[in-house]
């Protein structure tokens, strides 16, 4: 027996049970739904519903909808004093819509319409002359269009935050609900990115770097509308991107970034899904380039320095002496070493450490794992840092103050490591270490070398926590706290540089 056929049976049973006349209209839907007209006539009785939820029914509710919402806004600001608020009525507005939008969005993103509760449907709906009694659609069809009122409501309200800013006008009252026909405005690849960077506090350098990586994507597409471009566009790009000798990292980085931007169209419903979502990039590219630890002949040339105690460096190159030595001793990365501040210098129970933590504005780490407190090698302490940090707190009594004032920030990225970065390049061509499989990580790769040298081997965490690698097995960001700085300290005491750093002071 067909489908249709159990539907009628279905139909039948279900009013013989609620002891409910004879649903005829409801049987010809069943048998016949493609001749059901928009508006099933009144007459039929009050026993089955009795206007069909058509798309432009639903266009028009929803429509309404945001329509209702903005109106009602514009009566809010008239009443107060005209359309633009006062500065301290946008605040109280600004802050009332940012919490809505930010729940609305949530909602949107979790496809949750329990907000549209059958009142606020039912309101919609009365202008229509319909109801949820009378209305005409299946389960899904209800639930879709309460999505969209609910995506309505996150638009509208979007746009009233817009408002609060001292932007927008008034509704325009006189156009219709919905232009129905009006074709939908393009939804670029370029704009991808605009949405991406609005939707979230985006880092300045990560959205440079987007922005470069899309417009690539966009050259090898041709431009085509995002709409139209498909998982295999991806796929191809990321082939072509393998034939120019791109590290497999790099592809992957790359279509990830591309993915992310397509995320944030989905979420604001401008895509149904995102073609880069499920592309596999892995063993595509070459392999990625393994750097390696810097070798004692190595070392001994780059700490080859002229300074003692007697010739001291010039202000302006402090930063050129202490930099590889903290690198050398702590392992940690050319940048966390140059936003270091005064008051990461720190005692606990006797020990002297280095709080690598970004606190301060213009701090940025590698990850919540890279947070961590390190021991200062006694070598490190014979060389005489901790003297240079007194004698700068002494000259700067500002807590917050850099160690290294010289490279305070002001380039476009706020970075200020950038300027140590190029110092570091040309300084290891000048002294004859330019294998390209160094670089100024490999201090990195010598502590974490040293550090598997130690007997009896104090155990990863300890390592872990130390370097600030992420430990699955432990949360390596809370280790100092849990078991105290002491076994850090433990494995730092033991810890044999390969070439002597003490005297470079003497």
């Not at 909602?107 to 509760?117: G, L």
């Not at 009252?173 to 991406?196: D, M």
């Not at 630890?293 to 780059?302: D, N, V, Y």
């Not at 990850?367 to 021991?375: C, G």
Request: with cysteine; hydrophobic share 40%; proline share 6%.
């Amino acid at each position: 027996m067909s489908a249709k056929y159990n539907k009628v049976f279905s139909v039948l049973a279900e009013s013989i049970a609620k002891e409910q006349e004879f649903p005829a209209v409801q049987v010809q839907v069943a048998l016949t739904p493609e001749l059901i007209p928009a508006v099933i006539p009144k007459s039929a009785g009050p026993t089955f519903p009795s206007v069909v939820l058509t798309p432009e029914l639903k266009s028009a509710v929803v429509g309404f909808a945001k329509r209702n919402q903005l109106q009602a806004d514009d009566s809010y600001r008239d009443l107060v004093t005209g359309f633009q608020l006062p500065e301290f009525n946008r605040q109280i507005a600004s802050n009332k819509h940012e919490v809505e939008l930010a729940i609305l969005k949530e909602a949107c993103i979790k496809r949750d319409v329990s907000s549209i509760t059958t009142p606020i449907l039912n309101s919609l709906l009365k202008p229509f002359s319909a109801s949820d009694k009378s209305l005409f659609a299946s389960e899904a069809d209800l639930f879709h269009l309460k999505l969209e009122i609910l995506f309505a409501k996150r638009d509208a309200t979007r746009e009233l935050f817009a408002r609060d800013t001292g932007e927008g006008s008034h509704t325009d009252a006189v156009a219709p609900f919905v232009a129905l026909n009006k074709p939908e405005p393009i939804l670029t690849l370029i704009r991808l990115h605009e949405l991406w960077a609005k939707d979230a506090v985006r880092n300045l350098k990560t959205s440079d770097s987007f922005l470069a990586t899309l417009k690539q994507f966009i050259t090898f597409v041709d431009d085509k509308p995002a709409k139209n471009i498909t998982r295999e566009d991806i796929n191809n790009w990321a082939i072509q991107l393998a034939t120019e000798n791109y590290a497999n990292k790099t592809i992957m980085n790359k279509v990830k970034s591309i993915n992310a931007m397509f995320i944030v169209a989905v979420d604001n419903s401008l895509l149904l899904s995102s073609p880069a979502s499920r592309v596999k990039t892995k063993g595509r590219g070459t392999p990625a380039k393994i750097k390696r630890a810097f070798t004692t002949p190595e070392l001994e040339k780059l700490f080859k320095r002229p300074w003692t105690k007697q010739n001291k460096p010039k202000d302006t190159e402090t930063y050129q002496h202490w930099i590889p030595a903290i690198g050398l001793t702590t392992g940690a990365r050319l940048r966390e070493i140059c936003q270091l501040r005064l008051c990461d210098f720190k005692v606990e129970d006797g020990y002297h450490f280095i709080d690598i933590n970004e606190e301060a504005e213009d701090a940025s780490l590698k990850n919540q794992s890279s947070v961590r407190r390190v021991p200062i090698h006694p070598d490190l302490m014979k060389m005489g840092l901790l003297k240079y940090v007194e004698a700068e707190r002494l000259r700067n009594t500002e807590s917050s103050a850099m160690l290294f004032s010289e490279l305070k920030p002001n380039n476009k990225y706020n970075n200020p490591a950038e300027k140590a970065s190029k110092w570091w390049a040309r300084f290891s061509d000048q002294m004859e270490v330019t294998d390209p499989d160094t670089s100024f990580h490999s201090f990195r790769y010598n502590l974490v070398k040293a550090a598997l040298e130690i007997k009896p081997d104090p155990g990863k965490a300890v390592r872990f926590a130390l370097t600030g690698h992420k430990d699955t097995d432990i949360g390596t960001h809370y280790y100092p706290k849990i078991h105290g700085l002491e076994p850090l300290v433990a494995c730092v005491n033991q810890i044999k540089l390969p070439i002597d750093i003490t005297h470079l002071m003497d």
